[in-house]
């Protein structure tokens, strides 16, 4: 189900300045998801996806600190909803996320949070919310580039930007 107009979308950016910020926004983010939400992230190595998904964790009200499944591909969280952390670093194919039973996943009554979301790109949702996260030349700081595709998603970032100081 790719979308192929996803180059269509507006974009939304924030700069982090250091890693608590970076979680910050992501526990913000966290408190305004409904269940179904898909949050589809992509970055280099050590951008801080793992760090915003904390935060997300965090503002799902989760007790489990999120870490990277790198092992086990997909990890499980409790909060006030579950919480579905897909980590597809080692995935060497996007043909694998079938084995996963990822539609379950992905249209279930939880919040799917993806890193490396990019890998699957042909079985991402029409509707989502991508974040990209690249690091700064200046050190620890992120440029967090939200790209919402769909009216809920053009809806979640509306209500985020009450919350944060995002611009384009």
Not at 30 to 37: H, R, V
Not at 43 to 52: E, R
Not at 60 to 74: D, G, Q, V, W
């Amino acid at each position: 189900m790719k979308n192929n107009n996803i180059k269509n979308y507006e974009k939304i950016t924030y700069i982090s300045n250091r890693p608590e910020e970076t979680g910050s926004l992501g526990k913000k983010l966290g408190g305004l998801l409904k269940k179904g939400d898909l949050i589809a992230l992509n970055g280099d190595l050590g951008a801080g996806k793992t760090c915003f998904i904390q935060g997300i964790a965090r503002g799902l009200k989760s007790k489990t600190n999120a870490s990277s499944p790198s092992f086990s591909i997909i990890k499980e969280y409790l909060g006030s909803m579950p919480i579905y952390h897909f980590d597809l670093y080692r995935l060497n194919r996007q043909e694998e996320i079938e084995k996963l039973g990822y539609e379950e996943y992905f249209y279930g009554n939880g919040i799917t949070l993806i890193e490396w979301a990019i890998k699957i790109e042909n079985y991402l949702p029409e509707e989502l919310l991508l974040v990209k996260i690249k690091m700064s030349e200046k050190y620890l700081k992120r440029v967090i580039i939200f790209k919402p595709i769909g009216k809920r998603y053009r809806d979640l970032m509306e209500e985020l930007t009450k919350l944060e100081n995002i611009r384009n």
